[in-house]
């Protein structure tokens, strides 16, 4: 056998392993990245296709204060309002569901929202699902 030929030969098969690792390295990182992407559009676009919006969220420790935005065809009223609240995944009860005056169609307005539990703290995550006139918005929250 030629020994001028097996260094060559080596050297080949080793650059197509190392090129066909570095294809598959970003083949799996270009599917993660469209995922992401992906995942972020379709939230964009219920948000922003939702006849139902938070549009502003803010504590004070014992209070979420939300300001919702109403195109669901129907004036809504602190009545009107279902709100459920998870924090980092266990479920929470609302205390007490407030608005200052009803929320008129294409308009919008504000709802309070009291926990049972005392406090809202930093360090956690809250989803914040409110329900009227039949439509559903989520919201994920992280108290700073």
Not at 6 to 26: H, R
Not at 27 to 52: A, D, H, P, T
Not at 82 to 103: D, F, M, Q, S
């Amino acid at each position: 056998m030629n020994r001028k030929l097996v260094s060559p030969v080596i050297a080949v098969m080793l650059f197509i392993a190392l090129a066909v690792a570095a294809v598959g390295e970003y083949f799996i990182w270009y599917k993660s990245f469209q995922q992401k992407n992906r995942e972020n559009v379709m939230e964009e676009i219920e948000s922003k296709g939702s006849k139902l919006r938070i549009v502003g969220l803010e504590n004070d420790n014992d209070t979420f204060y939300i300001t919702l935005e109403n195109q669901t065809g129907k004036e809504i009223t602190a009545s009107d309002v279902y709100v459920e609240i998870e924090c980092n995944g266990k479920k929470e009860e609302p205390l007490k569901i407030t608005g200052r005056k009803a929320i008129p169609d294409g308009e919008k307005g504000d709802i309070e929202v009291s926990l049972v539990r005392s406090k809202i703290t930093s360090d956690e995550i809250y989803t914040i699902r409110i329900t009227a006139n039949g439509v559903t918005t989520t919201e994920k929250y992280s108290a700073i």
